[in-house]
């Protein structure tokens, strides 16, 4: 997308709160990585998603600094609560002040470590999500699939972000990076999972929505 119209969607768009606000703040000042930041448009098409899909059980892989996150969080009622996984616990204290900024304490828990270990954690105590959110490693995409499938209830949603890599997944012959690789090989297997019906839309670096028949 051309970066004029992307500023004019994100200026006619509804305007982020003062927590996602500091949150974008402190990421541009406190990582080298402020490109991986959802963004206010795609982060409010997230809390959208969640309040029109009336999910109330969610799952994050993925939080970074946690904007994602809040916006997916901000859109539960008192009932809905999300759980977010995170690789990286340097980012730890980032996350949870952003947490605490949103008033969002008590609908979010952080679980730090390895995001495979966790998933499989989850699917031995039998968790069950409405939505699935899938921001984590692109290498592993596959394999978070694989793992989520089963916890997302029927009718439910999984969304994947950067799917199209900066066009990379069109290009022929294929690059042949890591990331480029998986993110292609994930987009096949949606694409002919008959357990599935999915729609790329082209937000920022693409987003992936695939719904559980």
Aim: proline share 3%; hydrophobic share 35%; glycine share 6%.
């Amino acid at each position: 997308m051309e970066e004029y119209i992307y500023e004019y969607i994100k200026e006619h768009s509804s305007v982020p709160d003062e927590a996602l606000r500091w949150v974008e703040r402190q990421t541009n000042i406190r990582t080298n990585h402020a490109r991986m930041l959802s963004g206010s448009v795609q982060g409010q098409f997230l809390r959208l998603l969640v309040q029109m899909s009336g999910a109330t059980r969610l799952l994050e892989l993925g939080t970074f600094t946690g904007y994602s996150a809040i916006c997916l969080a901000s859109a539960l009622g008192e009932d809905g609560h999300l759980d977010t996984l995170e690789v990286n616990d340097e980012l730890e204290d980032l996350i949870t002040e952003g947490f605490e900024r949103a008033s969002l304490t008590e609908r979010i828990t952080l679980h730090l470590g390895d995001c495979k270990e966790t998933l499989r954690k989850f699917l031995q105590e039998g968790r069950e999500y409405d939505l699935v959110y899938m921001d984590a490693n692109k290498r592993e995409y596959c394999e978070y699939y694989s793992l989520v499938f089963d916890l997302v209830r029927p009718g439910g949603l999984i969304l994947a972000d950067n799917v199209l890599w900066d066009g990379k997944v069109c290009q022929n012959p294929l690059p042949q990076d890591k990331q480029t690789i998986s993110i292609a090989r994930f987009n096949d297997i949606v694409k002919e999972d008959p357990r599935v019906e999915n729609v790329i839309l082209p937000l920022r670096d693409g987003l992936s929505i695939i719904r559980r028949i």
